[in-house]
């Protein structure tokens, strides 16, 4: 019986061979790069890079839904590598096949990647857990939940890391492990971080990563992750790793700019570094090294290539056939060391940073880089004495300053540190220091430190420093018998922790940390990588849905319960005024104020309230004398106070002893409209009355409306005049009443002329061009 099972496992083999066999001769009869990208033969390079974006833009799996997408992809992919190749190319051109594929002849053993199915050799060679395929990526650089919390995040603030997110049944990642490969062994000379994590074995990790699909790349830096989406080759990988890197951390240095950097030392506390090249970008490698020392030196590159920069190198005699860096440190015009080489690898980069970390007497600036500076002594022969200038910044500190860096510059004992403090930025260190009262600025003191608690051992020296001869030699022979006796410490302190002289730069820091927050944001919604964004996307819509949900609420609420009060209150005072409700329909949007806000039209105001007016915005002006000023304005702040919660009417008064002649110049675009209040022989003899006009002014649009003064003190039924015609069997007796109608009246139909207006039914007289304002009218 078990001989039965075993003939007919073997039979099953043998037949899943020849289909497979098959299969793949058929595929690989298919499969042709050139084809699959739609480019000749004879296609250029950027031909193929170019048709290569737009087919992998448009067949990625996470943005089109076709269930053959993936593949389409992964073959778009393998025939931009194999193009793009020059040797892969040949070889396909000649014999047609790559180094990933081999000749179909009996004797040869056949690699196949088909639907997501990986053979190599026999049926029975699966990559799966086989040591000698898979050790370089399992072993080397996996990566677990505690050893990614306690030593990838913190490291990632000096490297970043570039991880791969794999697992055992992960049929396309054996796909891309030779790129892994090639890309894992050139970023691991640089110094990048790697790591492997295996979502079979790692889930919490994963998780935590936010990392739900495999194969999947990510990088993290400053203890941030961010997702690769891109194709996996080697330039897209390496270019992913070094914008992981943050902005400005080198500056391109000329001939323009060098000293301004260079100067920089005193602000930024730190030394400078100058790298010398001939490549117009940056340098991975020494965008890495500014990563890890940022907090020490400040960066800056110098392009070779460039006209710019020929007075750089002609100045510090920069040998242009091999890269150079120079390190600055108070001294601008000379470097204080140098390296040059053809190839600089890491390790010297490092030990040639390493050395120059600090300024010859840096400022002690906080507690960290007075720990560097100045560490706790450990054993014996490990002793460091800090040399302790306290001073001002005033310039009557000068020459002190001056005078100690140049003792600290031909120091030339690793036992001796020299350093300087401001009093005035660490007030609680200087006073412990300077117990004595008649202790003032500037003063040397010769300190040692106990232990981590702020014990120290010092010594002040006696005298004072003003940078003498006297002060030179004194403060010489106090350190010749330091190191003879180092007893002469004889007074003890506790120190206070230093103060973050930095922390001003918290704000700018804090904004570049979230601009690279919501570019990463950004960049994850522009991918479609929503599995890792739903629950920041659900909880911003939550919140938003249950704000606007307020506040539609209680906007609702608020304008029902106020409505029937404030319209019953202006209907009483209307009532006590002896006014008609003109503002029972009142406009859109209710009052925001308790007032109408007025201003007056002249030639200042003209150009912002009329001429210049925004788009769809109507300036309201009523014209007055000085004698109805008081009485008219009251009025027609009674009539329009309910249209004052539009935002796009302005209202405005123009007083007429000033400017007649403008009125008249404006109003000649209106003569339709225009009933002469005047007998008709007498119209040459008397002035037209225009108080109490009011004109709608729209200045973006060139037109006006007009209302003209009406009688209602017998006649309430009586209709306006405004639309330029009205009765001509009441024109005469408007005439004659005009002389007697009162002050007080003349507005009384204006409400229900706003009404027309805010409905847009009132007649339009266009106007070429709005005269000007500036010329006043001299009464006669």
Known sequence: MAMMRMVVLLLSVMMVNVVLMDAKVESTAEFDPYKVLGVTRSASQAEIKKVYKRLAKEWHPDKNKNPEAEDMFIKITKSYEILTNEEKRASYDRYGQTDNTHPYGRHHGFRHFHDNFYFDESFFHFPFNNKGGRDFADSKYTLHFNQYINEVVPDSFKRPYLIKITSDWCFSCIHIEPVWKETVQELETLGIGIGVVDVGYERRLANHLGAHQTPSFLGVVNGKVAFFHYAVVKGHLMQFVEDLLPQRLVEKVTDKNYQEFLKSWHELNKPHVLLFDQVPSVPLLYKLTAFAYKDYVQFGYVDQGLSETADLLRKFNINTYAPTMLVFKEDIEKPADIIQAKGMKKQIIDEFISNNKFLLAPRLVNQKLFDELCPVKQFHRRRKYCVLLITGEEESFTTGNEAFLSLASVNTNDVLRFAYVYQRRQQPLCDVLLKNKDSTPPQVVILERRNGAGKILYKPVSGGWNGSKEDKHKLLEELERLQKDPSILNNDAFLPELNNEFTSMFLIRWIYTAYDYLSEIIDDLLHNNWREMMPLLSLIFSALFILFGTVVIQAFSDSSEEKHPKAKAKEASNAEDGSPNTSSTSSSRPPKKSFVEVTELTDITYTSNLVKLRPGHINVVL??????????????????????????????????????????????????????????????????????????????????????????????????????????????????????????????????????????????????????????????
């Open 623 to 780: 014209v007055l004398t000085d004698p109805t000023k008081n009485i008219l304005l009251s009025k027609f702040a009674k009539e329009v106070y309910s249209f004052t919660g539009s935002f796009t009417l302005h209202f405005s008064f123009l007083n007429v002893d000033k400017h007649s002649e403008w009125m008249a110049a404006v109003l000649e675009y209106a003569q339709d409209a225009m009933q002469i209040d005047t007998d008709e022989d007498e119209v040459g003899s008397r002035k037209v009355d225009y108080t109490g006009y009011v004109l709608a002014l729209n200045g973006h649009k060139k037109y006006l409306c007009l209302f003209k003064p009406v009688y209602t003190g017998e006649d309430l039924d009586s209709k306006p005049e405004e639309e330029g015609g009205g009765s001509r069997s009441r024109k005469g007796m408007t005439r004659s009443r005009s002389t007697t109608l009162q002050i007080h009246h003349k507005l009384d139909r204006l409400g229900l002329w706003m009404e027309r207006l805010m409905e847009g039914t009132l007649p339009r007289y266009y106007v070429p061009a709005w005269p000007g304002l500036d010329k006043i009218t001299v009464n006669k």
